[in-house]
Protein backbone atom coordinates (compact mmCIF):
# COMPACT_ATOMS: atom_id res chain seq x y z
CA UNK A 1 0.00 0.00 0.00
CA UNK A 2 1.77 3.67 -1.12
CA UNK A 3 1.43 5.98 1.32
CA UNK A 4 0.56 9.27 0.40
CA UNK A 5 3.13 10.77 -2.18
CA UNK A 6 4.21 14.55 -2.61
CA UNK A 7 6.47 15.84 -4.99
CA UNK A 8 8.53 17.41 -5.87
CA UNK A 9 10.14 16.71 -2.65
CA UNK A 10 12.40 19.53 -3.22
CA UNK A 11 11.61 22.79 -5.05
CA UNK A 12 13.86 25.71 -6.07
CA UNK A 13 11.86 29.25 -7.35
CA UNK A 14 13.00 32.42 -7.93
CA UNK A 15 10.76 35.33 -6.87
CA UNK A 16 8.10 36.05 -8.93
CA UNK A 17 7.62 32.58 -10.18
CA UNK A 18 5.13 30.10 -9.50
CA UNK A 19 5.30 26.84 -7.85
CA UNK A 20 3.06 23.71 -7.71
CA UNK A 21 2.83 21.42 -5.11
CA UNK A 22 1.15 17.69 -5.81
CA UNK A 23 0.05 15.35 -2.98
CA UNK A 24 -1.71 11.92 -4.13
CA UNK A 25 -3.40 10.54 -1.50
CA UNK A 26 -3.55 7.09 0.25
CA UNK A 27 -5.55 5.12 -2.31
CA UNK A 28 -9.19 5.50 -1.14
CA UNK A 29 -9.00 8.54 0.94
CA UNK A 30 -10.61 11.14 0.17
CA UNK A 31 -9.53 13.81 2.45
CA UNK A 32 -6.65 16.10 1.72
CA UNK A 33 -5.14 18.22 4.13
CA UNK A 34 -2.52 20.72 3.28
CA UNK A 35 0.09 22.49 6.13
CA UNK A 36 3.30 24.53 5.82
CA UNK A 37 6.03 24.48 8.25
CA UNK A 38 8.30 27.48 9.26
CA UNK A 39 11.47 26.54 10.25
CA UNK A 40 11.64 25.67 14.57
CA UNK A 41 7.79 26.09 14.49
CA UNK A 42 5.28 23.02 14.30
CA UNK A 43 2.56 22.84 11.28
CA UNK A 44 0.29 25.16 10.32
CA UNK A 45 -3.24 24.54 9.19
CA UNK A 46 -3.28 25.69 5.46
CA UNK A 47 -6.75 24.03 3.94
CA UNK A 48 -8.96 21.05 3.61
CA UNK A 49 -10.30 19.88 0.53
CA UNK A 50 -12.74 16.63 -0.39
CA UNK A 51 -12.84 15.98 -4.18
CA UNK A 52 -13.66 18.64 -6.06
CA UNK A 53 -14.68 20.63 -3.06
CA UNK A 54 -12.72 23.11 -0.91
CA UNK A 55 -14.06 22.66 2.92
CA UNK A 56 -11.78 24.91 4.77
CA UNK A 57 -9.37 26.86 3.79
CA UNK A 58 -9.40 29.68 6.52
CA UNK A 59 -5.64 28.41 6.82
CA UNK A 60 -4.69 30.18 3.38
CA UNK A 61 -3.31 33.60 2.77
CA UNK A 62 -5.69 35.28 1.40
CA UNK A 63 -3.65 36.21 -1.88
CA UNK A 64 -1.44 33.96 -4.18
CA UNK A 65 -2.08 30.87 -2.69
CA UNK A 66 -4.79 27.97 -4.28
CA UNK A 67 -5.99 24.80 -3.80
CA UNK A 68 -7.65 21.98 -5.80
CA UNK A 69 -8.26 18.30 -5.66
CA UNK A 70 -9.93 17.47 -8.76
CA UNK A 71 -12.18 14.24 -9.71
CA UNK A 72 -9.11 12.55 -11.29
CA UNK A 73 -5.43 13.11 -10.55
CA UNK A 74 -3.48 14.65 -7.20
CA UNK A 75 -4.37 17.72 -5.02
CA UNK A 76 -1.81 20.68 -6.29
CA UNK A 77 -1.07 23.72 -4.26
CA UNK A 78 -0.72 26.41 -5.91
CA UNK A 79 1.60 29.66 -4.85
CA UNK A 80 1.65 32.21 -7.60
CA UNK A 81 4.47 35.07 -7.56
CA UNK A 82 6.15 33.27 -4.86
CA UNK A 83 8.34 35.33 -1.95
CA UNK A 84 11.38 34.51 -0.18
CA UNK A 85 8.73 34.10 2.60
CA UNK A 86 7.31 31.18 1.27
CA UNK A 87 10.10 29.24 1.74
CA UNK A 88 8.82 26.27 3.82
CA UNK A 89 8.61 22.40 3.98
CA UNK A 90 4.73 21.82 2.84
CA UNK A 91 2.83 19.11 3.78
CA UNK A 92 0.09 16.96 2.44
CA UNK A 93 -2.05 14.50 4.87
CA UNK A 94 -4.70 12.39 4.14
CA UNK A 95 -7.63 10.52 5.92
CA UNK A 96 -10.45 8.22 5.18
CA UNK A 97 -12.60 10.97 7.63
CA UNK A 98 -11.93 13.64 9.44
CA UNK A 99 -9.04 11.93 12.10
CA UNK A 100 -6.18 10.38 12.06
CA UNK A 101 -4.04 11.91 9.24
CA UNK A 102 -1.07 10.22 7.29
CA UNK A 103 1.81 12.69 6.38
CA UNK A 104 3.40 12.88 3.06
CA UNK A 105 7.06 13.44 3.04
CA UNK A 106 6.23 17.14 2.28
CA UNK A 107 7.97 19.22 -0.72
CA UNK A 108 10.95 21.93 0.28
CA UNK A 109 10.35 25.30 -1.28
CA UNK A 110 13.25 27.84 -1.16
CA UNK A 111 12.61 30.96 -2.77
CA UNK A 112 15.83 32.44 -3.98
CA UNK B 1 -3.58 32.13 18.39
CA UNK B 2 -1.45 28.98 20.06
CA UNK B 3 -4.24 26.54 20.66
CA UNK B 4 -2.01 23.71 21.90
CA UNK B 5 1.24 24.60 22.96
CA UNK B 6 4.40 22.30 23.80
CA UNK B 7 6.60 24.17 26.27
CA UNK B 8 9.77 22.21 26.20
CA UNK B 9 11.34 22.88 22.71
CA UNK B 10 14.15 19.79 23.48
CA UNK B 11 14.44 16.72 25.95
CA UNK B 12 17.27 14.76 26.74
CA UNK B 13 16.85 11.30 28.42
CA UNK B 14 19.24 8.50 28.97
CA UNK B 15 18.47 5.35 26.73
CA UNK B 16 16.22 2.66 28.64
CA UNK B 17 14.62 5.61 30.85
CA UNK B 18 11.59 6.78 30.68
CA UNK B 19 10.83 10.44 28.21
CA UNK B 20 7.65 12.26 28.86
CA UNK B 21 6.23 14.86 26.51
CA UNK B 22 3.61 17.52 27.43
CA UNK B 23 1.09 19.59 25.44
CA UNK B 24 -1.35 21.55 26.73
CA UNK B 25 -4.35 23.15 24.59
CA UNK B 26 -6.76 26.08 25.28
CA UNK B 27 -9.54 25.28 23.73
CA UNK B 28 -12.37 22.59 25.32
CA UNK B 29 -14.20 21.64 21.77
CA UNK B 30 -11.25 19.45 20.76
CA UNK B 31 -12.09 16.07 20.43
CA UNK B 32 -9.38 14.07 19.76
CA UNK B 33 -5.70 14.01 20.05
CA UNK B 34 -2.75 12.52 18.40
CA UNK B 35 1.34 12.66 18.84
CA UNK B 36 3.17 12.59 15.63
CA UNK B 37 7.14 11.81 15.04
CA UNK B 38 9.16 13.54 12.86
CA UNK B 39 12.56 13.05 11.61
CA UNK B 40 14.45 15.33 9.39
CA UNK B 41 13.61 15.63 5.76
CA UNK B 42 10.87 13.34 6.50
CA UNK B 43 6.98 14.01 6.92
CA UNK B 44 4.85 13.36 10.38
CA UNK B 45 4.31 9.86 11.12
CA UNK B 46 1.46 8.95 13.34
CA UNK B 47 2.36 7.86 16.87
CA UNK B 48 -0.75 7.46 18.85
CA UNK B 49 -4.53 9.29 19.65
CA UNK B 50 -6.73 9.49 22.40
CA UNK B 51 -10.48 10.64 22.25
CA UNK B 52 -11.72 13.26 24.40
CA UNK B 53 -13.68 10.33 26.45
CA UNK B 54 -10.77 8.39 27.39
CA UNK B 55 -7.92 9.46 30.20
CA UNK B 56 -5.68 6.77 29.03
CA UNK B 57 -5.13 5.03 26.00
CA UNK B 58 -1.62 1.96 25.32
CA UNK B 59 -0.19 0.66 22.33
CA UNK B 60 3.47 -0.93 23.23
CA UNK B 61 5.90 1.51 24.85
CA UNK B 62 4.04 4.33 23.76
CA UNK B 63 0.92 5.60 26.62
CA UNK B 64 -0.84 8.79 25.65
CA UNK B 65 -2.53 10.23 29.43
CA UNK B 66 -5.40 13.11 29.02
CA UNK B 67 -6.50 15.17 31.76
CA UNK B 68 -9.46 17.18 30.40
CA UNK B 69 -10.16 19.16 33.28
CA UNK B 70 -6.15 20.56 32.91
CA UNK B 71 -6.05 20.61 29.62
CA UNK B 72 -2.80 19.00 29.38
CA UNK B 73 -1.77 15.11 28.08
CA UNK B 74 1.25 13.59 27.89
CA UNK B 75 2.92 11.12 26.25
CA UNK B 76 5.20 8.27 27.62
CA UNK B 77 7.54 6.16 26.14
CA UNK B 78 9.57 3.51 27.64
CA UNK B 79 11.70 2.25 27.74
CA UNK B 80 13.50 5.44 25.57
CA UNK B 81 15.36 3.99 22.50
CA UNK B 82 18.35 5.90 20.27
CA UNK B 83 15.70 5.29 17.81
CA UNK B 84 13.10 7.12 19.51
CA UNK B 85 15.61 9.92 18.72
CA UNK B 86 13.15 12.85 16.71
CA UNK B 87 10.62 15.77 17.25
CA UNK B 88 7.46 14.93 18.60
CA UNK B 89 4.49 16.99 17.71
CA UNK B 90 1.11 17.01 19.64
CA UNK B 91 -2.08 17.92 17.64
CA UNK B 92 -5.78 18.75 18.36
CA UNK B 93 -8.67 18.29 16.18
CA UNK B 94 -12.86 17.86 16.52
CA UNK B 95 -14.84 15.64 14.26
CA UNK B 96 -16.53 18.83 12.86
CA UNK B 97 -13.34 20.55 12.34
CA UNK B 98 -11.17 18.21 9.92
CA UNK B 99 -8.29 20.21 10.09
CA UNK B 100 -5.31 19.68 13.34
CA UNK B 101 -4.10 22.30 15.19
CA UNK B 102 -0.15 21.81 16.03
CA UNK B 103 2.11 22.12 18.99
CA UNK B 104 5.55 23.59 18.14
CA UNK B 105 7.31 20.28 18.75
CA UNK B 106 9.83 19.22 21.25
CA UNK B 107 13.42 17.52 19.82
CA UNK B 108 13.93 14.71 21.99
CA UNK B 109 17.40 13.29 22.30
CA UNK B 110 18.27 9.32 23.67
CA UNK B 111 21.54 9.19 24.59
CA UNK B 112 23.56 6.04 25.68
Known amino acids: NAGVMQNPRHLVRRRGQEARLRCSPV?????VYWYRQLPEEGLKFMVY????????ESGMPKERFSAEFPKEGPSILRIQQVVRGDSAAYFCASSPRDNEQFFGPGTRLTVL | DQQVKQNSPSLSVQEGRISILNCDYT??????FLWYKKYPAEGPTFLISISSIKDKNEDGRFTVFLNKSAKHLSLHIVPSQPGDSAVYFC???????????FGAGTQVVVTP
Open chain 2, 91 to 101: AAGTDSWGKLQ
Open chain 1, 27 to 31: KGHSH
Open chain 1, 49 to 56: LQKENIID
Open chain 2, 27 to 32: NSMFDY
